[in-house]
């Protein structure tokens, strides 16, 4: 079975510019979430959908970030335009419906310089 | 404020010794608690998840308590080998019916031969 797939693995942008980020969920995962670290902190949670539903969306940092996930399969995670404070590394994790087990992507890599 | 704390320092043990890693939260009323295991350039991999009204849980190697009074869980792994080296992550719920999961910083295992 695969797992969750993040791609790209790492991404350098300049201040200002856009990134999309892409989650693929492991098959027949409904929930998804999106979590962030940053240097040195915890991991955060951003957001969670189900199926193709935002539930809870109250950890996004600001309107400079949009995730999407159309049809209920994979995701993406937009940031735009890109700050420095948003370098860190974004997770992405699903689970099954009723199952508290996530599981987790390798994470993208982000600088923004 | 709420906060979850997990040793900052690094656990430095000997292979075949008892590792205990500690999470203490403030704050929170979790209906569980969960760890995970973080190896560098990956994601958190689910180990274990211990409900509020459970003291104890085990698997293979690995035992995990929860005690709600003293807002404390204690993580110990037995018989430690080297391939146990990771960072150990603890994560609450939130109480929102899903995975929106806070994590402590991590504490990091060292097991040497």
């Known amino acids: 079975e695969a797992g969750v797939t993040q791609f790209p693995s790492h991404s350098v942008i300049e201040k200002g510019q856009t990134v999309t980020l892409r989650c693929d969920p492991i098959s027949g995962h409904d929930n998804l979430y999106w979590y962030r670290r940053v240097m040195g902190k915890e991991i955060k949670f951003l957001l969670h959908f189900v ?3 935002k539930q809870d ?3 996004m940092p600001n309107n400079r970030f949009l995730a999407e996930r159309t049809g209920g399969t994979y995701s993406t995670l937009k940031v735009q335009p890109a700050e420095l404070e948003d370098s860190g590394v974004y997770f992405c994790a699903s689970s099954q419906q009723d199952n508290e087990k996530l599981f987790f992507g390798s994470g993208t890599q982000l600088s923004v310089l | 404020s709420q906060k979850i704390e997990q040793n900052s320092e690094a ?3 000997q292979e075949g010794k008892t ?6 939260y403030t704050n929170y009323s979790p209906a569980y608690l969960q760890w995970y ?19 104890e849980k085990r698997k293979e190697r690995l035992k995990v308590t929860f005690d709600t009074t003293l807002k404390q869980s204690l993580f110990h792994i037995t018989a430690s080998q080297p391939a146990d080296s990771a960072t150990y992550l603890c994560a609450l719920d939130v109480n929102t019916g899903f995975q929106k999961l806070v994590f402590g910083t991590g504490t990091r295992l060292l097991v040497s031969p």
Do not use: W
Request: proline fraction near 6%.
């Open chain 2, 11 to 13: 656990l430095n043990i």
């Open chain 1, 57 to 59: 969306e109250s950890g």
């Open chain 1, 51 to 53: 199926k193709e539903s």
């Open chain 2, 19 to 24: 590792a205990t890693l500690t999470c203490n």
């Open chain 2, 37 to 55: 295991r973080q190896d560098p350039g990956r994601g958190p991999v689910f180990l274990l998840l211990i409900r509020e009204n459970e003291k």
